[in-house]
């Protein structure tokens, strides 16, 4: 089994908190992480999909008294949101008995409703971690490609092959959309949500245009800022906002949109291998868009993480605020060639990064420029890492 790099940071909050919420997208592994971190202690597991579970806590706060000494992990929780309430009562009252922390581990999908529950109810009881795909730091150095083409969902990444990889894919999508979506509330029809998350494939890395998007749709441009803002929500989709620091510049105003796993934007696209990728138009932005989610995962607590493009064609693909005040510029190339473009400099000159990098797909670091390194992913994402650390 792959060793996630969170599964310290679930039992550290655990030891501080009497409630834990690991969120992430279904089949991202949060069960069987909560299964492991659970065989360590005295626990039990719910899962709040199976109607024999639920039927367990038909009297929660007698239930939870029952095993007050016990981890209580619940599986998809969002599907009982009314529980949030009464886990405040109990934490509350097991305070008074000294059971002040590893009291509720509960796995969800990031629903809006669960996110709002608990915010309501729990505030200064809980702590939100969320649980992302496979990294390239919790896999092989020779298995980054694999990744890219596959993404890092477990089922997918892990598969004999990639003809088996994009089978799973292709029945995630089809389970999200006919199962999955209308159960967290939204009616929205699948068949309109499908286009929509391959349109969304399609301009990926770019900064949508919700006017030519609505009227392909034959919806409006309320409907599908509430289709984004859904994917959004099931961390399925990010927003990069773009950059707003005083720069004296005229500044792009619209978010850059990405899929978050490039093995889920390539089954939308059809791109099934390596051979097939390297040759498809949209390479480059899924390259960018798998820099991106990867070092932003790994960027330490409250990083602000955008983007910085001016109306003169400066720009940096990434930019990262970190908590210290450090800002680093990185520029993203999907090639062996690591020469900054005139945009990136000019971008950097305006605002005057602490460390600029050109993040590229070879291995070899070495500067290009007095300010500007050249860098593999790897080593890119080894570095943000340090930052975190430090």
Known sequence: MIERRIYKTVLDRLSLFPAVILLGPRQVGKTTLSEDIASRCPSVYLDLESRFDREKLSDPLTYFEQHEDKLVVLDEVHRVPELFHTLRGVIDKGRSKGFRNNRFLLLGSASIELLRQSGESLAGRISYIELQPFGILEI???????????????????????????????????????????????????????????????????????????????????????????????????????????????????????????????????????????????????????????????????????????????????????????????????????????????????????????????????PVSQDIEAIGVLEMAREVLNASVA
């Open 140 to 366: 092989e150095k020779n298995s980054i490609d694999q990744l890219w083409v596959r993404g890092g969902f477990p089922d997918s990444f892990l598969g004999k092959s990639d003809a088996q990889s994009m089978i799973w894919r292709e029945d995630f999508i089809r389970t999200y959309l006919e199962r999955d979506i209308p159960d967290l509330g939204p009616r929205i029809p699948a068949e309109t949500l499908h286009r929509f998350w391959t349109m969304l494939a399609h301009c990926q890395g770019g900064m949508i245009n919700a006017a030519q998007l609505a009227r392909s749709l034959a919806v409006d441009g309320k409907t599908i800022a509430r289709y984004l803002d859904l994917m959004v929500d099931l961390l399925l989709v990010r927003r990069l906002r773009p950059y707003h620091g005083n720069t004296k510049k005229r500044l792009a105003k619209t978010p850059k949109v990405y899929l978050r796993d490039s093995g889920i934007m390539h089954a939308l696209l059809g791109i099934c291998d390596r051979e097939a990728l390297y040759g498809h138009p949209n390479a480059g932005g899924s390259w960018e868009g798998f820099v991106v989610e990867n070092l932003i995962a790994l960027s330490p607590d409250r990083t602000i993480a955008s983007f910085y493009r001016t109306s003169a064609g400066a720009e940096i693909d990434l930019v990262l605020e970190l908590t210290g005040g450090e800002i680093w510029a990185i520029e993203i190339k999907s090639g062996r060639s690591a020469i900054p473009s005139r945009g990136f400099y000019n971008a950097c000159e305006d605002i005057q990064p602490d460390k600029s990098f050109v993040v590229y797909a070879g291995e070899e670091r070495y």
